[in-house]
């Protein structure tokens, strides 16, 4: 005797399932928006970072007063990038004294798995001025956890403004950061356990004022992709490239229109999936441009293209579709 079983009953009766798999369909995010969380509310991650752990991307960021001082770090996270669920205010104004008053910006986190922390690298100044031009450092055994505060410094002496950090694949930790009042844009080697500087790597760039910094490998080159320095206004971003991280790096190249679509670089992602792996650029755009506090900027996240394994693009779409399984990112119209 024959039975009527829907191909659904049989596969979960094989213990295959057809429900879709986590991140499996494509999304598609709004470009010059403020983004809304799963609960509705807005997502605070200016000036953030993303990184990969387990089937999640986890997107840090900074959330302001209204009066644009530091209120927390904050974290939420989302299988495909579009739904954002809020998981923490990693770090807030009673975690340290230093942060009772701050400003704190750029907040980006690396694993280091020698010591099982994920270290969270910062710009760091009073609150009242930017003339404390520091880095700082807090850390937590779980991505999501209360971060531990670790001290603000300047690494080997040096100012230090727009930041972002870099886990090579050997393991080894990179810090960028602008130095001597913007101009200069300084490339360090991190110690083994990413709690501090190691030594310098070189001067980028001498006096060529660029900041916004975010770098990343793809096909064995190593990408860095930077803003002019004007405020909380856009300019034209520019990205060089080096064969290896501690050898020369080209002269910057103009990468975008002349304002990034009204955008700062924040962080390049790698959606790396079954088909593709895409590179994301995640860009600010400040209502600092409009006299508007920092919690009132926007978004403006494009696919990067890559005519030759050392050559850019950028061009501009309204929305932009993303499917994490696969690793496909393109522009919409
Ligand atoms: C540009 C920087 O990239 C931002 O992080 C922020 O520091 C603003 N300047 C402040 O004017």
Same mark, same amino acid.
């Given at each position: 005797?024959f039975?009527?079983?829907?191909?659904a009953?049989?596969? @979960?009766v094989?213990?295959?399932?057809?429900?879709?798999?986590?991140?499996?369909?494509?999304?598609?995010?709004?470009?010059?928006?403020? &983004?809304?969380?799963?609960?509705?509310?807005? @997502?605070?991650?200016?000036?953030?970072?993303?990184?990969?752990?387990?089937?999640?991307?986890?997107?840090?960021?900074?959330n302001r007063?209204?009066?644009?001082?530091?209120?927390?770090?904050?974290?939420?996270?989302?299988?495909?990038?579009?739904?954002w669920?809020?998981r923490?205010?990693?770090?807030?104004?009673s975690? $340290?004294?230093?942060?009772?008053?701050?400003?704190?910006?750029?907040?980006?986190?690396?694993?280091?798995?020698s010591?099982?922390?994920f270290?969270?690298?910062?710009?760091?100044?009073?609150?009242?001025?930017?003339?404390?031009?520091?880095?700082?450092?807090?850390?937590?055994? *779980?991505?999501?956890?209360?971060? *531990?505060?670790?001290?603000?410094?300047?690494?080997?002496?040096?100012?230090?403004?727009?930041?972002?950090? &870099?886990?090579?694949?050997?393991?080894?930790?990179?810090m @960028?950061?602008?130095?001597r $009042?913007?101009?200069?844009?300084?490339?360090?080697?991190?110690?083994?356990?990413?709690?501090?500087v190691?030594?310098?790597?070189?001067?980028?760039?001498?006096?060529?004022?660029?900041e916004?910094?975010?770098?990343?490998?793809?096909?064995?080159?190593? &990408?860095?992709?930077?803003?002019?320095?004007?405020? #909380?206004?856009? $300019?034209?971003q520019?990205?060089?490239?080096?064969?290896?991280?501690?050898?020369?790096?080209?002269?910057?190249?103009?990468v975008?229109?002349?304002?990034?679509y009204?955008?700062?670089t924040?962080?390049?992602?790698?959606?790396?999936?079954?088909?593709?792996?895409s590179?994301?650029?995640?860009?600010?755009?400040?209502?600092?441009?409009?006299?508007?506090p920092?919690?009132?900027?926007?978004?403006? #996240?494009?696919?990067?293209? &890559?005519?030759?394994?050392?050559?850019?693009?950028?061009?501009?779409?309204?929305?932009?579709?993303?499917? *994490?399984?696969?690793?496909?990112?393109?522009?919409?119209?």
């Open positions: 005797m039975l009527k079983v829907s191909l009953t049989l596969l @979960v094989l213990g295959l399932s057809t429900a879709t798999p986590v991140g499996a369909a494509p999304v598609t995010v709004t470009n010059g928006t403020q &983004f809304k969380d799963t609960s509705g509310a807005v @997502v605070h991650a200016h000036g953030g970072g993303m990184l990969k752990v387990g089937d999640y991307y986890y997107w840090f960021g900074e007063n209204p009066d644009n001082t530091f209120r927390a770090v904050s974290v939420y996270r989302s299988s495909d990038l579009r739904a669920e809020f923490n205010n990693v770090l807030t104004q975690s $340290n004294p230093e942060l009772k008053l701050a400003n704190i910006e750029r907040p980006k986190v690396v694993y280091n798995s010591t099982g922390q270290v969270m690298w910062m710009h760091k100044e009073n609150g009242k001025d930017y003339n404390e031009a520091r880095a700082a450092v807090a850390t937590s055994s *779980t991505v999501d956890g209360n971060y *531990t505060w670790r001290g603000s410094f300047r690494p080997l002496g040096n100012m230090s403004r727009d930041i972002t950090l &870099f886990r090579d694949d050997d393991g080894t930790g990179y @960028v950061s602008a130095a $009042n913007n101009a200069d844009l300084n490339l360090y080697r991190l110690t083994g356990d990413y709690l501090g190691a030594n310098l790597v070189r001067t980028l760039w001498p006096g060529s004022s660029r916004a910094p975010a770098l990343f490998k793809r096909g064995g080159k190593y &990408f860095l992709l930077t803003s002019g320095a004007t405020y #909380w206004q856009p $300019n034209q520019k990205y060089a490239t080096a064969s290896t991280i501690t050898g020369t790096w080209t002269s910057p190249t103009n975008g229109n002349s304002t990034a009204g955008s700062q924040a962080h390049v992602v790698a959606v790396q999936g079954s088909q593709a792996t590179y994301l650029y995640l860009g600010d755009r400040w209502a600092g441009a409009w006299n508007r920092v919690n009132e900027s926007q978004y403006v #996240w494009l696919p990067l293209t &890559f005519p030759t394994a050392t050559t850019m693009t950028m061009s501009w779409y309204p929305r932009v579709s993303i499917d *994490t399984a696969t690793g496909v990112v393109t522009g919409v119209q």
